[in-house]
């Protein structure tokens, strides 16, 4: 979550109208939202559990990591690499993270039958990493061969 | 602490003893320097963070390609809501048969493309959240509040998304359909509230463009200056990695990796490319996905129940009850129909079975009626019964349907009679029917 004013924004008491406007729609909207969810019995406290533990886990805990790894890439790895590498780490990170409930199967179920999560999903997920990192070595070696001095 | 570092002299006896202070005040004292000195130490954090990737032409480029993705999002979910749940006023129309289709299609391959978008759009802004002070008025703290429903909002509608198409519902101590309606309105007021707040500035470094990559602190220079490699920083700087540029195209180059390996569930032509997604178009009985078996309704013996009788009844002139012999002798039509799931999913299939407005001039039901189709499960069960309003049950495309790509209903499909019309939900095609009220 981001508690800072971005560089360039309006300082405070400096708001022009429309922000005055943007802020009473969007607050009417969110009592709106958490009216509805009560009057719903959506399970407000279940939902708002998970909704602040959520931002919780993204700043605590996967800012901090990327951020580890970031700096373990940058100090441990060529120049020419680091590039090429990063883009397979995100997208690696973001297909795993997507595909994990599927590898888990957590939502297979024998009386559902066959045709509900019908695939082998690791096999799935490690065929388009595979993918994903002959991509990425197919730019590293551009790269690297754009590093190559060139032949006077 | 005194600048004197002498003994002090003893008090005169004329002298007031030196009053202690509250302990607010001391309080207040100790606790200054600690703030000062916790707002010194969150600032040199944040100004560790280098990277051009934490800038605001990144930022802004990710957070209009959000606002997009997340009013589509938003919009096909109001429909979808409304089309599962509606309200007397509302009533998707019959025609193009493919238009709930299309909806839940772009509503969930939006929302997976969404979320390398926000998880890098949260990467970007995070050293904000070291910039101190945290508020300055009561202006800037309630649109800062706002951020917490916005952010933990939008990660709680892609996770909640996410595990519902994934079947996988233990995480969820709600019901689905309806916290996600709620959290979506909690994320767009949000959403209002940060748009009126950064549009500007988002507009204006948009239009100035990502500008000069800024050489890393820590790193030397690349010995290849000018000539940086693929999507590194554009000064040559190669160790402080992807450039703007760079980055924007990795994430989005990883959306379109999510879409292409998921999309194939309902867009056919992707269908060999899909597999990371749920389903499979023509994985299922008679080469069509199930979203509720039979054993999972309970009805694996009533419904082969050789007792079994469709009853027509309600506002007719001739309420009747049919054997399935009945139905089979009555005219037949077929019609090619998609069934179009929540989860995103959908197959087309050639169906044939009894038109339902041939149906209802057969028991004398005024024109225009609305009906009520209800399944032979346990009607407590969700979903156990639906209302076809008058359009969809006037329109001769409407089936109540006997058989699936040219064989007879699978039991899995709703044997011995299903319901089968065109733009609605998959939840609300209702299978094993035993009776239709007209209303």
Redesign the interface.
């Known amino acids: 979550m981001s508690t800072a004013p971005e560089k360039g924004a309006a300082e405070p008491g400096e708001h022009g109208p429309l922000f005055w406007v943007f802020l009473l729609v969007g607050w009417a909207v969110i009592i709106f939202a958490i009216h509805g969810m009560v009057a719903d019995r959506a399970n407000p406290p279940g939902v708002w559990k998970l909704l602040v533990g959520l931002n919780i886990v993204n700043d605590a805990l996967v800012a901090p990591v990327l951020v580890v790894v970031a700096v373990l890439v940058r100090r441990l790895v060529p120049g020419w690499l680091v590039a090429p590498l990063d883009v397979g780490l995100i997208a690696s990170a973001v297909v795993t993270l997507y595909a994990y409930p599927l590898v888990g199967s957590w939502g297979k179920s024998a009386a559902a039958g066959y045709s509900r999560l019908p695939f082998d999903y690791a096999h799935s997920l490690l065929m388009v990493l595979g993918a994903i990192w002959f991509a990425c070595a197919l730019l590293a070696l551009w790269s690297w061969s754009r590093k190559r001095p060139r032949p006077a | 602490m005194s600048a004197s570092s002498g003994p002090a002299d003893p008090p005169g006896p004329e002298a007031p003893a030196p009053e202690r202070p509250g302990l607010r005040t001391r309080v207040a004292e100790t606790a200054e320097p600690l703030v000062a000195r916790a707002g010194r130490a969150t600032e040199q954090l944040?100004a560790r963070f280098s990277?051009p990737l934490h800038d605001?032409w990144v930022?802004s480029v990710l957070g209009v390609a959000l606002g997009v993705a997340f009013t589509a999002c938003f919009v096909t979910g109001l429909v979808d809501y409304l089309a599962q749940h509606p309200p007397g006023w509302f009533h998707l129309p019959v025609h193009p048969i493919n238009l709930y289709r299309v909806n839940e299609g772009v509503h969930v391959i939006t929302g997976?493309a969404t979320?390398?978008l926000l998880?890098?759009k949260?990467?970007t802004?995070?050293p904000?959240?070291?910039?101190?002070p945290?508020?300055?008025?009561a202006?800037?703290a309630?649109?800062?509040l706002?951020?917490?429903?916005l952010?933990?909002?939008s990660?709680?509608l892609l996770?909640?998304g996410?595990?519902n198409i994934?079947?996988?519902?233990?995480?969820?101590?709600?019901?689905f359909p309806?916290?996600h309606?709620?959290?979506a309105?909690?994320v767009?007021?949000?959403?209002?509230?940060?748009?009126?707040?950064?549009?500007?500035?988002a507009a204006?470094?948009i239009a100035r463009g990502p500008g000069p990559t800024p050489r890393?602190r820590r790193?030397p220079a690349?010995p290849?200056a000018g000539?940086?490699?693929?999507?590194?920083s554009s000064d040559g700087d190669?160790?402080?990695?992807?450039?703007r540029r760079?980055?924007i195209g990795?994430?989005f180059?990883?959306a379109g990796?999510?879409v292409l390996?998921v999309a194939g569930e309902t867009v056919a032509p992707l269908m060999r490319l899909a597999?990371?997604a749920?389903?499979?178009p023509v994985?299922?009985?008679q080469r069509?996905?199930?979203?509720?078996?039979a054993?999972?309704a309970g009805v694996t013996a009533s419904a082969v129940d050789p007792t079994y009788r469709l009853v027509v009844r309600g506002r007719c002139a001739r309420p009747q009850s049919f054997t399935l012999a009945d139905l089979q002798a009555m005219p037949q039509r077929s019609a090619g129909l998609p069934i179009s799931c929540v989860e995103g999913w959908s197959a087309g299939a050639m169906w044939r079975g009894i038109s339902l407005p041939h149906l209802l001039g057969v028991v004398g039901a005024p024109s225009g009626a609305a009906v009520r189709v209800v399944s032979l499960e346990s009607q407590h069960r969700l979903y156990a019964s639906s209302e076809v309003d008058s359009a969809h049950a006037a329109d001769p495309d409407t089936l109540l349907a006997l058989e699936c790509n040219g064989a007879p209903l699978d039991l899995?499909h709703g044997y011995p009679l299903r319901l089968i019309a065109p733009d609605r939900p998959g939840v609300l095609q209702t299978k094993w029917i035993t009776t239709v009220v007209v209303l």
């Open positions: 944040g990277s605001e930022a997976i979320i390398p998880l890098a949260l990467w802004v995070w904000k959240l070291f910039s101190w945290p508020v300055k008025g202006a800037q309630l649109e800062r706002s951020l917490i429903p952010v933990g909002g990660l709680f996770f909640t996410v595990v994934d079947y996988w519902y233990s995480p969820m101590p709600f019901f309806t916290a309606f709620w959290a309105w909690l767009v007021g949000a959403l209002i509230v940060h748009v009126g707040a950064k549009a500007t500035t204006g470094s890393s790193s690349s290849a000539r940086p490699g693929v999507g590194s190669e160790r402080s990695g992807l450039s760079g980055f990795a994430i180059g990883t990796v999510l390996t597999v990371l749920p389903r499979n994985i299922g009985p069509l996905p199930v979203n509720q078996s054993r999972q899995d």
